[in-house]
């Protein structure tokens, strides 16, 4: 579970303060796949940075699998977010020096768990990617660096994981693929999972859809059909 309360976060670049979250409440049950949508610029990664502990808020509380995270100092949000928490973003997703193979071993390594070379090639091979193991991420393309990534959402099995348009760069075949994958994670697994899209047609596989403008939690969609997402979306977009 991943529990917002009242988060609110402000930053200070030029002489105004610009607010990216204004008071977001909600709660992620263990187990759910949520969605996160928005105009651009309404949060939604202001959001998923203080959820998953890399950024943190100017006021609010975040609570996740349990952990206040405003009561970690960095090392033990470290640890947290190398345990408990799995990334797909586009930005500082791999190691650069790492194939993909080892990025995918990394957390499990680090925690010093024993890694099953069998379990590895399999979930390298469930993201199509059994012929890229070796190679390091300047070798692979942005789509496939995302599923690296998810293959390492499979391999370690973190509590949550936070995805960031995980299916941006992919086409629609290999974008349905890499959906399914998320979704078996949430339906098999128990796995929480929290994903940022534009798109309506990923956003349809969720539970439920959080609808953000302008900082604010403005709408909560359950179980939503492609087609009432899109619409809710084209009427949010037409009044900001
Ligand atoms: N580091 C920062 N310094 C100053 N302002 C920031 C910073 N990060 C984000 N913002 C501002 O906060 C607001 C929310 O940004 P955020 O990136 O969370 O939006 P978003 O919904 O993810 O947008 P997009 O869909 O375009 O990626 C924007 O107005 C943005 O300009």
């Known amino acids: 579970m991943v529990s917002l309360h009242d988060l609110r976060m402000e930053f200070r ?35 998923l940075h203080c959820a998953a502990g890399l950024e943190q808020p100017t006021s609010g509380e975040v609570v996740l699998d349990g952990v206040r995270l405003g009561e970690l100092d960095e090392t033990g949000l470290t640890v947290l977010r190398r345990e408990r928490v799995g990334f797909v973003f586009q930005a500082f997703n791999l190691i650069s020096s790492l194939n993909a193979a080892q990025n995918v071993a990394l957390p499990a390594r680090l925690a010093g768990r024993r890694v099953n070379e069998v379990e590895l090639a399999a979930a390298l091979t469930r993201v199509g990617l059994s012929d890229r193991a070796r190679h390091r991420p300047v070798e692979l393309s942005g789509g496939q660096q995302q599923r690296v990534a998810i293959a390492r959402a499979l391999f370690t099995r973190p509590a949550v994981l936070f995805a960031d348009e995980p299916t941006g760069a992919l086409d629609g075949p290999t ?22 899209t534009h798109d309506p047609v990923a956003a349809a596989i969720a539970d439920q859809v959080m609808l953000l403008a302008d900082g604010r939690l403005i709408d909560r969609l359950e179980a939503a059909s492609a087609a009432t997402i899109a619409a809710r979306m084209a009427s949010v977009e037409a009044t900001c």
């Open 13 to 47: 670049a030029g002489p105004d303060p610009v607010t990216a979250l204004d008071g977001v409440t909600a709660d992620l049950p263990a187990g759910s796949f949520t969605a996160v949508m928005g105009p651009s610029g309404s949060g939604k990664s202001t959001l």
């Open 175 to 196: 974008s349905r693929h890499i959906l399914a994958l998320l979704r078996e994670l949430v339906d098999e697994h128990g796995q929480t999972v929290v994903m940022v």
